[in-house]
C-alpha cells in the first residue's frame, strides 16, 4: 500500500485527510516542519501533503528540503491562499500541484491519483499537471490578476516553463496581457537578475527594425554616425520579448532563424560573429499556421519559436475575473490622478460584466482610468463609464437569439443564456471528439487537448460522459 504524509499544523486537517485517505492508502502525519522532516526521513512517503501557512519554518522551506532529499516525490500544497509568492515560488521548488481550503474532495483525490500514478507507471507528468500560480494581486503595473479557470490554467503553464530555457510563443487576442505573461515568465525564471528587453515588431518600420534587434557599425548606412548595440545584445543572458512576430517579414524572419539556429548575431555593417545567450518569447495575435500556409510566416521559424505556446483566453471568456480587475486598476490608478476613486457601485459593476471588450484587458484598464480622471466623487457610478456613453453588452438580441435556435436546435435558452449554452454544448462535443479519438484513454485525450488530465477528469463528470457518449 502506497505511503501518504499529511503535513498541516491543524489538527482538524489532519484529521478530516486521514479519515479520507486511510481505506486506500499508509498515512503518517506531521503538525510542523521539523517534525515533518523527521517523519519524512523515516517513513519514506510515496507523496506529501503539506501546507503553506505553518508556524516556525514554513512549506516553501520544507518542500526545498523535500525536494533536495527525493526530488521525485510529489507534493500536493494545500493552502487557504490563492495568490502570493510562496505559492508561485513553491512551483519553481517543484510542487505538484495546489490545493486551496476548503477542499473539493473529487478534485483533490483526483489529483493525488494522478500524482501516485506517475510514480506507479513512471508515466511522464502533464504539461498542465503543475501547481497554478496565482499572482499577487498588489498594486504593481507587472501583476496578473485572476482567479477564474481559465487563467489558473495559464498560471500553471507559466510556472512550468518559468524554470527552463525553452522558447515560447505567447498566443491571443490584443490586450489580452501577453508583455505580462512574458514578463512574468521571465521574472520567475533564472534568468530574473539579467536583462529583459520587450520590441513590438509591428510597431516600428522594417528598415529599421532589423537595426533595431541587431544593432549597426558606424558608417553602415546613410545616418550611421555611431555604433548601436541591438537588442538580442542588450539583452544577453537575459530574456528578449519579440511582440506581434506575426507581422515581422520574411527576410528578417530568415535572419532571426538563424539566431536561433546558431545563437550569434552581426550587426548591419559587420561580418563579426557576436554571440549571444538570449531566450526568446514572442507573441502574435495572429493565426500564425494560416499565415504560414499562405507562404506568410516561415513554417521553420514557427516550429523553432513554439517549443511551447501559451493560450491567453480573451476577458469575455473569464467574466469572472472582471470584479477583481476593476479594484485592481482602481488601487493601480487612483493615486495618479488628483481624484481618489476606491470603490465602484453595483450597477456600474454589471456593465462592465455585461460588455464585450474587443479589447480585453487594455479595454478595461483604459475604461477605469477614464473614469477615474472624470469623476466627481469616490465611488464609480454608471454615469461615469466612458462618460455615460452606453457599453454595448454581449447578451443577443431576441432577433439574434431565435436565429442561433434556427441554426442550431439543439440550444434551446432564452435571450441572455444562450452564450454559456453554446459554450457548453461545444465543449461536450470536443471532449466527446478528443475522447473517442484516443479510445476513451483520458491520458491520451488531455495530452490532445493541451490540458492537465485533472481538468479534463472534471469536465467529463460535469457533462456525465461515459463511453459510448454523443
Not at 22 to 49: G, H, M, Q, R
Not at 418 to 447: C, R, S
Amino acid at each position: 500500500m502506497l505511503k501518504l504524509l499529511i503535513v498541516d499544523d491543524e489538527q482538524s486537517v489532519r484529521y478530516s485527510f486521514r479519515k479520507l485517505l486511510t481505506a486506500s492508502y499508509l498515512v503518517s502525519e506531521a503538525s510542523d516542519a521539523d517534525k515533518a522532516l523527521e517523519v519524512f526521513k523515516s517513513d519514506k512517503p510515496d507523496l506529501v501533503i503539506l501546507d503553506i501557512e505553518m508556524p516556525g519554518k514554513d512549506g516553501i522551506e520544507v518542500l526545498k528540503v523535500i525536494k533536495d532529499i527525493s526530488p521525485k516525490t510529489p507534493v500536493i500544497i494545500i493552502t487557504a491562499y490563492g495568490t502570493g509568492d510562496r505559492v508561485i515560488k513553491a512551483m519553481k521548488f517543484g510542487a505538484y500541484e495546489y490545493i486551496e481550503k476548503p477542499f473539493d474532495v473529487p478534485r483533490l483525490m483526483a489529483v493525488i491519483e494522478e500524482a501516485l500514478r506517475g510514480i506507479k507507471t513512471n508515466e511522464p507528468t502533464l504539461e498542465g499537471d503543475q501547481p497554478a500560480i496565482l499572482f499577487k494581486p498588489a498594486i504593481d503595473s507587472n501583476a496578473m490578476v485572476g482567479e477564474s479557470p481559465a487563467i489558473k490554467e495559464v498560471f500553471k503553464l507559466i510556472g512550468r516553463v518559468a524554470a527552463s530555457d525553452a522558447n515560447i510563443l505567447i498566443v491571443g487576442e490584443s490586450g489580452t496581457g501577453k508583455e505580462l505573461v512574458a514578463g512574468a515568465i521571465h521574472r520567475y525564471s533564472e534568468r530574473s537578475a539579467n536583462p529583459f528587453i520587450a520590441i513590438n515588431c509591428a510597431a516600428i518600420p522594417e528598415a529599421l527594425l532589423e537595426s533595431e534587434l541587431f544593432g549597426f557599425e558606424k558608417g553602415a548606412f546613410t545616418g550611421a554616425d555611431r555604433q548601436k548595440i541591438g537588442r538580442f545584445e542588450q539583452a544577453n543572458t537575459g530574456t528578449i520579448f519579440l511582440d506581434e512576430i506575426g507581422d515581422m517579414s520574411l527576410s528578417l524572419q530568415a535572419k532571426l532563424l538563424r539566431v536561433l539556429q546558431e545563437g550569434a548575431v552581426e550587426r548591419l555593417g559587420s561580418s563579426k560573429t557576436i554571440k549571444v545567450d538570449v531566450r526568446i518569447v514572442a507573441a502574435t495575435n495572429r493565426n500564425l499556421e494560416s499565415d504560414i500556409v499562405s507562404k506568410s510566416f516561415r513554417e521553420d521559424l514557427f516550429y523553432r519559436l513554439k517549443v511551447i505556446t501559451i493560450s491567453l483566453p480573451p476577458l469575455r471568456m473569464r467574466k469572472e475575473d472582471i470584479p477583481i480587475l476593476v479594484k485592481h486598476f482602481l488601487e493601480k490608478h487612483s493615486g495618479s490622478t488628483r481624484n481618489n476613486v476606491l470603490t465602484i457601485n453595483p450597477d456600474a459593476l454589471t456593465k462592465l460584466i455585461d460588455h464585450a471588450w474587443p479589447g480585453n484587458i487594455r479595454e478595461l484598464e483604459n475604461v477605469i482610468k477614464r473614469a477615474i480622471i472624470l469623476a466627481k466623487g469616490s465611488t464609480l457610478g454608471v454615469e461615469d463609464l466612458l462618460d455615460g456613453q452606453e457599453l454595448p453588452v454581449t447578451n443577443p438580441t431576441t432577433e439574434n437569439a431565435r436565429l442561433f435556435a434556427y441554426l442550431n436546435p439543439r440550444i434551446m435558452a432564452q435571450p441572455g443564456e444562450i452564450y454559456t449554452k453554446a459554450v457548453g454544448e461545444f465543449e461536450k462535443d470536443l471532449l466527446i471528439w478528443a475522447l473517442a479519438e484516443t479510445q476513451w484513454n483520458q491520458l491520451q485525450a488531455a495530452k490532445l487537448l493541451g490540458i492537465s488530465r485533472v481538468m479534463l477528469h472534471e469536465r467529463v463528470n460535469k457533462f456525465n460522459l461515459t463511453d459510448g457518449s454523443r
